[in-house]
């Protein structure tokens, strides 16, 4: 294994831990310090609106900066400081910066991660790279969460966020190993890894090709369909009679460790028989997903069906980065196409939480299920009428270059 495939490991196992730490520790520590549900709430919607808002300006800022570690090492440094301010006394002040802080680094994180693998081992070996970069992500969250946890059960919900400032060290450690000399692009196709006065079209190029706004759709559907799956399982269970403890960390960890175990595989498999199989496979996994959970709703079936969980993330976590190379392999703007598909991802996900619940208060969590297994089931039947394959063509010839509907 070579030193840039050890950084890329590294860089993506520990920013996928310090994101860990601004997941539920926030909520449980802003409780324990007297603040009340809707001032929770506000907060971590204003988080929400801010990582909608910083996509489209993340994904252009790395795709207009050459020296991606640069971008990247920015990056982690305003994790780390986002971090560090949610241990000072919680004004709503130091928590709201805290929140935007975080928002706006995790949308430049996850573009030029994508843009440094690129770069490494250019278009031909990026989907199986990906698929090792969503492995050691996965093992950085399930890591992370396991230790998190143990420190703020034998310490405090503070500590929490200074060891996870403390994680920035050993990413910007990996990422310092990623050197300029490692970077090539054997086939000398792809325009991202040109510098961008070199790039022939103007960003809103990518924008005239209808595949991406298919599949920007598609993933707006994935998320209505999936965000609210879990939480919603979670409270019905609750309802009917208590939620064992262990059914959450195992309704976590598990599509963790699916996703580690799927995520290489998967990542071989798209290159090797096409992008189109792998995509539907991750998309028709929610519906199945949904329509399981309408019928099996105790403990343990709850969470060998989050076993689908970790299907439909891997394929999805995959496809974004993979799909955006493909689509803008001839005019560069790798990392604004995968902002864009971070928004439509975000913006699902902020709807469907709030649709399934007014569903569920309405007439019951059944009903919310089989909607939820419906907006999934049309997904996946958009994609699999309107998306074509995107798998670069043959050495000599774009996909941009084949006629139309190949």
């Known amino acids: 294994m070579t ?35 809707t001032a929770i709430g506000v907060a971590l919607s204003i988080g929400t609106v801010a990582g909608l808002a910083s996509q489209l300006p993340g994904g252009m800022l790395v ?53 440094l693998t690129l770069s490494l081992c250019g278009h031909a070996a990026f989907s199986e790279r990906l698929g090792v970069n969503t492995r050691y992500a996965a093992l950085g969250t399930a890591a992370t969460a396991a230790v998190l946890g143990g420190v703020a059960s034998y310490t405090s919900e503070r500590s929490v966020f200074i060891l996870t400032a403390v ?4 990413a910007l450690g990996s990422l310092l190993l990623i050197r300029p000399s490692d970077h090539l692009d054997p086939e000398g196709r792809h325009k991202a890894l040109s510098p961008p006065h070199q790039r022939e079209h103007p960003f809103w190029r990518i924008f005239a090709d209808p ?67 792998v ?48 689509l803008t392999e001839r005019t560069g703007y790798l990392n604004l196409a995968i902002g864009t598909f971070g928004l439509a991802s975000g913006l699902g996900a902020t709807f469907s939480t709030t649709i399934a619940g007014w569903l569920a208060d309405r007439i019951d969590t059944q009903a919310a299920f089989l909607a939820l297994a419906a907006v999934g089931a049309a997904g996946t039947v958009l994609l699999w009428l309107t998306m074509p394959e995107t798998r670069p063509a043959p050495a000599g010839r774009s996909r941009l270059d084949q006629p139309a509907g190949a």
């Open 63 to 115: 795709d207009h900066i050459h020296a991606k570690r640069n971008v990247a090492a920015g990056g982690l440094i305003a994790l780390g400081l986002g971090a560090l301010l949610l241990c000072l006394p919680p004004s709503r002040l130091v928590v709201w910066a805290s929140q935007v802080e975080h928002a706006t680094a995790s949308s430049v994180m996850t573009p030029v991660i994508a843009a």
């Open 167 to 170: 994680l920035v060290l050993p």
């Open 279 to 326: 995509l539907l496979a991750g998309f028709v996994a929610v519906p199945a997903r949904a329509l399981l959970f309408a019928t099996l709703p105790s403990a343990l079936p709850l969470i060998a069906i989050e076993a689908l969980d970790g299907v439909s993330a891997t394929m999805l976590g995959l496809m974004i980065p993979l799909i955006a190379a493909d």
């Open 3 to 37: 030193r840039g495939s050890l950084a890329l490991n590294g860089l993506n196992f520990f920013t996928a831990g310090v994101q860990t730490g601004f997941g539920p520790f926030i909520a449980v520590w802003l409780s324990q310090q007297g603040w009340d549900f």
């Open 211 to 277: 595949p991406l706004h298919m599949f920007a759709i598609g993933v707006v559907l994935f998320q209505l369909a999936n965000a609210a799956l879990l939480p919603l399982a979670l409270s019905g269970l609750t309802h009917r009679g208590g939620t064992p403890g262990y059914v959450v960390s195992a309704s976590i960890v598990l599509p963790q460790l699916i996703t580690a175990v799927l995520s290489p595989r998967a990542g071989a498999l798209a290159q090797r028989i096409g992008r189109r199989p």
